[in-house]
């Protein structure tokens, strides 16, 4: 091997020890890695003795990745997303299951899945990224919702965001938790697709019920999810009209009855925009956070595109050296 692929190696060793010095002076610090980088994990062992860090989580897209032992894993949905998105979603997770507080710095690492080697070092101070992580109104939320429905909840609504249903966009709103309140604010756009099936047979965490779940994210209205997973309705209007809260301004009727119905009750909401694929999540009447549906070419390359398409067009677009 050359000098010159070995570099991203030692680039990542240093990465990680450089990762591993910071967060020890941090106060309440812990280090994310994006395991997929490493494929097979052999190298991601060989790194990891480096790296004796006692808060250390892997995040990967892989189902059933087996985790060096003492290391916690979060899995976060099988889907391409950008660097910022895949970490994001890993806190959410990770906020859902416990594992961090919006007290924790965290530092993050991350790269290209199966690229070999770390190429990016985040530190995100949860308490001062308040405006895109209100983290807090999440941590009480395990004893609301299962900590695995909210993964999945959230899982699925990444999927729809970026994938959508026979190539057209999807819309909707899941309301989780707190689910007899919910319903007190509810009325059903249709006739609720769940009702008269046996609790075994609409739990959301049901991999079999994948499909359907896809299918009636088509109705109009929101999903009603109990705490642990079972499906209340689907095709529910919210009644917004009767909830004062302080809600975001400039957000459509979905985003706004997501968010008043969690103003006014313990339920988390998570919506899909069908007009821009944004994954939001909502607690106590407030964003939590945003996920961005990822761009296959970013809109500086699709411009770029649109800039030189024609006979002189560069054979080499220039976002090979865009980072996402
Ligand atoms: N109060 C409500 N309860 C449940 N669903 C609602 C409610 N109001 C609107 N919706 C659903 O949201 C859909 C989109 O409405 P609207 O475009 O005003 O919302 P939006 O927040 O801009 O959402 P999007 O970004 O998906 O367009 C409606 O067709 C309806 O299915």
Redesign the pocket.
């Known amino acids: 091997m050359s000098a010159r692929d070995e570099l991203p190696l030692a680039i990542t060793e240093k990465f990680l020890e450089y990762a591993a010095d910071l967060s020890c002076s941090l106060p309440s610090s812990a280090i994310l890695v994006y395991a997929d980088v490493f494929a097979g994990g052999e190298k991601l062992d060989r790194f990891l003795e480096k790296t004796n860090h006692r808060r250390l989580f892997l995040v990967t897209r892989e189902k059933g990745f087996q985790a060096p032992e003492g290391i916690e894993i979060i899995e976060v949905p099988e889907i391409k997303l950008t660097r910022l998105g895949q970490i994001k979603v890993a806190i959410l997770i990770g906020v859902a299951r416990g594992l961090f507080s919006h007290q924790d710095i965290l530092v993050c690492l991350s790269g290209v899945a199966e690229s070999g080697y770390l190429d990016t070092l985040f530190i995100l101070d949860l308490d001062k990224e308040f405006e895109i992580f209100a983290l807090s109104q999440l941590e009480d939320l395990k004893e609301i919702v299962r900590p695995e429905v909210f993964q999945r909840v959230l899982s699925l609504a990444i999927t729809l965001a970026t994938q959508g249903r026979e190539g057209k ?1 999807v ?3 899941f309301i989780m938790g707190d689910s007899d309140e919910v319903l007190a604010h ?1 009325e059903q ?1 249709v006739i609720n697709p769940f009702r008269g099936y046996p609790e075994n047979e609409r739990n959301i965490l049901d991999p079999r019920l994948e499909e359907t779940i896809k299918e009636f994210a088509l ?4 999903f009603v999810i109990r705490g642990d997973g079972i499906i209340e309705t689907a095709g ?5 009209g009767i909830v004062s809260a302080d809600i975001p301004s400039g ?8 968010a ?2 969690t103003a006014i009750t313990k339920a988390v909401a998570i ?6 694929g ?1 994954v939001t999540v909502f607690r106590d009447g407030k964003i939590v956070m945003e996920i961005e549906k990822p761009h296959p070419l970013g809109p500086e390359t699709q411009w770029r595109r649109a800039f030189y398409a024609g006979p002189h067009a560069p054979s080499e677009w220039p976002h090979k050296t865009k980072i996402d």
């Open positions: 966009p819309g909707t709103c509810c756009m109705l109009d209205g929101a529910a209007f919210i009644r917004t957000l459509g009727a979905r985003h706004r009855s997501a008043a119905i919506t899909v925009s069908e007009s821009t944004t």
